[in-house]
Structures are given as C-alpha cells and as structure tokens.
C-alpha cells in the first residue's frame, strides 16, 4: 500500500506566491522520479514540471522561471514553489511518483490533487 498525500493548494491574486508539497509513504523501498501535473476542464493533464533521482529538473514552457520542483529524498517529498502566478495557472495540481516497492515492483502513483485558484 502506498499513498501520496498533497498540501499547500489554496486561492489567491495574481502575482501571488504558493509552495505545493507531496509526501509519499507505504511499501517503498526507493522513490525514482516525482512530477507534477495539472488539469482544468478546459485541458488534458499536462506536466508542469519533473524531477529526477539524480536531481536533474525539467518544466513546461509556460511556468519556466516562475516554478521551482524540488525534493527531500529522506522525507519521500517532493515540493513546488510556485511564483509570479497567473489566472491561466489555475488547475487541479497532481503529484506522480515512480518508484520501487518493497515487493520489488516498479510501480508509478498519483495524489488526490490539491486546487489552485488564481483570481482577481
């Protein structure tokens, strides 16, 4: 059994500021890479921005020089400083881990999403 628990979504003025985290726990015996995704009724899911084991990073061109992913490997958690928003920012933000359970499977997972408003 694993879950990933998601924090930090919330509403607020453009221009604002919001820090996401993601904690992962249950069976894992070692986390590879965590993303972070959205989706809004107007698009498909699309990766905002990834991470990888070694700490390499990757985002999408729309949020690149305003959003930061970062991660503490002890803690199982990935977290997303997210700056300078926009209302077009705003979306159900997921969180989605690949990993290695303790039955020795390789196995991806996703949070519940958290709600990020970005309104005037």
């Known amino acids: 059994q694993v879950q990933l628990v998601e924090s930090g979504g919330g509403l607020l003025q453009p221009g604002g500021s919001l820090r996401l985290s993601c904690a992962a726990s249950?069976?894992?015996?070692?986390?590879?890479?965590m993303r972070w995704y959205r989706q809004t009724p107007r698009k498909q899911r699309e990766l905002v921005a990834g991470?990888?084991?070694?700490?390499?990073?990757n985002y999408a061109d729309s949020v690149e020089g305003r959003f930061t992913i970062s991660r503490d490997s002890a803690k199982n958690t990935v977290y997303l400083q997210m700056n300078g928003l926009k209302t077009e920012d705003t979306a159900v933000y997921y969180c989605?881990?690949?990993?290695?359970?303790?039955?020795?499977?390789?196995?991806?997972?996703w949070g519940q999403g958290t709600q990020v408003t970005v309104s005037s």
């Open positions: 991470i990888s084991g070694a700490g390499s990073t």
């Open positions: 989605n881990a690949q990993m290695v359970t303790r039955d020795w499977r390789f196995s991806e997972y």
């Open positions: 249950g069976s894992i015996f070692a986390i590879n890479a």
